[in-house]
């Protein structure tokens, strides 16, 4: 019997120009972009091909972001954005990020985001993979929110 | 004596292609341009002009968001960021949005953000101005989180 | 017998934090997010109505983008974007653009943008409507480039 | 004696749902932010260092951008920006990028960019190193537009 195995990732960025505001630090809404890349490459190990998705199609969309910002990222700083898959319920599952600045070791930022899995455009919900129940079993919780 | 004031903000703004996606829906992250655009004509009701900010300064910046995506936009449509000062505490403050659609009275979004008071860019601690202590008493909270 | 008519736009922007990055002036790539505001509703103007196109349809899309940066813009700043269709060939047609400052009557960016009308998402190429020849005779020119 | 150096970049970037619009392409904006990466990547040889550019400084700013779409990106593709200094002026340099899309070997788009020296945020006029003369004399025009 193998262990359970929870699928993370690492995804490096630059802070570029455009990712910064005014008040020389990283602007709230890059951090997003920033995580959206990593969120995408996690769901391609999950079984939705980034080609394949988009137009018609069922996949993963968020439905909740929570996002604290903790410490001021600066331009050309070389981040790392580390996810992971958090938690499995029924008809949803949450990913959960940080940044981190290795060259410090400080975390910028803490994200949470909840996903559904939906028909698109329409938005009709979809179902999440048979085979999740028994594969993220050690990531299942009770409550169906 | 008057009844206490509570800042509010309705701000339009049409859909857009770039704040579309290939799923035909807005993207996640185009709301909260959106109601950044709210939050930041809020914030000069509150006496932070948005002129006199950027660069160095002492001026509120987002430490957490939560959004909520409830029902999917379109290119388009004409939308309306309705926003409102939501509680104060000793060092920080919520501001509550939703994002509605006048056409079907639809909320697409619902958002909560909490500000700090901050010089930027050192981030270094402000305080918020003197007088809210009496004049947003009604959404003053005991909890300093 | 009616003066020819030349259609025209202009849209009110304020430079918001997002729009700026770190080195204090307007982002060089926002400019085009502003532009694109205009000609949308330029577009609306010439026929085509923006919650009628994206996903399946006909309508234009830019093939040339030149923009020219003149003078720096800056937070809060109030501009306006200015617009015209300028010049129709056979299968394409040009619009020009600048973004004005009136506080100080500075001109920041001047812009053009030439578009073909398409069928997308296969990018077919469609035809300009039958009596542009006519309405828009001023604005011929003989080159098809 | 040595061939004389032009100095390159390739950045390979894959297309996320941020990048395209509900016309199922990439969104015509996109494309310059991912040109920009590229470029700042090629101003970190050229010795401008990103992590010391921002706030006040002396360093490249884009005073213009002539972009030709020619072929639409879609989401998941894996593309290759490849950028390479193309002119070199008195006191401005050009940059020449084209995107690539390796899997079925089409250019999507073509860039040129020309970029001027000033020091920021004041915008003051600055020079180009002294040694470029000499360095990339087989990339010099006698025209100082």
Redesign the interface.
Known sequence: MTAPHTPTIETPV?V???D??????V???AY??FI??AR?LLAEQLGW???????T?V?P?????????R??G????ELLVRGRLARVERARFHVAFDIFRPSDEVVLVTCRQVLAVAA??S?RPGRLPADWAVRFAHLRSEKSS
């Open positions: 630059q570029m120009f455009f910064t505001d005014c008040a020389a630090v602007h709230n809404i997003l972009r959206e890349t995408t091909k980034l080609s394949e998705m988009g137009g199609g996949f969309v968020v439905v909740r972001t929570e996002i604290d910002y410490r001021p600066k331009l050309g700083d698109m455009p938005g």
